[in-house]
């Protein structure tokens, strides 16, 4: 109990020294499809213990950004994870990749059947310390906004209580 503590609290201490002092971002051409890809392998046995389907929607062709891979991983981590948890007693996780042609953009939804976020705290969610979970920091979702930012991206919310929730990240494509 007392190392699962330390763990946690080393985490936290983690999550809020990257929001106070970024790391160095090493930028380089990826291929979304992998990173997404890669991100719910590591995550499915989570996604299983949890009784969540994983449900992945990609396209055949690769679509590339200049991202920070670590930092991008992170990202799609956290938003699965939280899925995972609004999803107590399992459900369906939708992640979709795809290219907006118009805008030159690359959006990953990520949709789950969760229990929703009540419309008085969606302006709340990206605020410093803000949660609704017992075991929550109230950082994830700020440092996730941050990195997107650091992307030249954008990170979206909306949701339904009782419907579930979909997150969208945009980010530049590259060719």
Not at 26 to 39: A, E, G, H, K, P
Request: charged residues 25%; hydrophobic residues 40%.
């Amino acid at each position: 109990r007392i190392l699962m503590e330390v763990t946690r609290v080393n985490k936290l201490l983690n999550d809020f020294r990257r929001l106070t002092k970024p790391s160095h971002m090493n930028f380089s051409r990826c291929s979304l499809n992998i990173l997404v890809r890669y991100t719910v392998d590591v995550m499915s046995p989570k996604a299983n213990m949890g009784q969540v389907d994983i449900k992945l929607t990609m396209p055949k062709e690769d679509i590339f950004a200049k991202v920070d891979r670590d930092s991008i991983q992170q990202v799609f981590a956290n938003l699965i994870e939280n899925a995972i948890q609004a999803m107590e007693k399992g459900g369906t996780l939708s992640i979709r990749l795809l290219k907006e042609k118009e805008s030159n953009k690359a959006v990953i939804e990520f949709q789950d059947t969760g229990v929703g976020i009540p419309e008085e705290n969606l302006s709340e969610i990206f605020k410093l310390f803000y949660t609704s979970k017992k075991t929550g920091s109230g950082l994830g979702l700020i440092l996730c906004q941050n990195i997107i930012k650091n992307h030249r991206g954008y990170i979206r919310v909306r949701s339904k209580v009782g419907a579930g929730t979909t997150f969208s990240v945009e980010i530049p494509c590259i060719e």
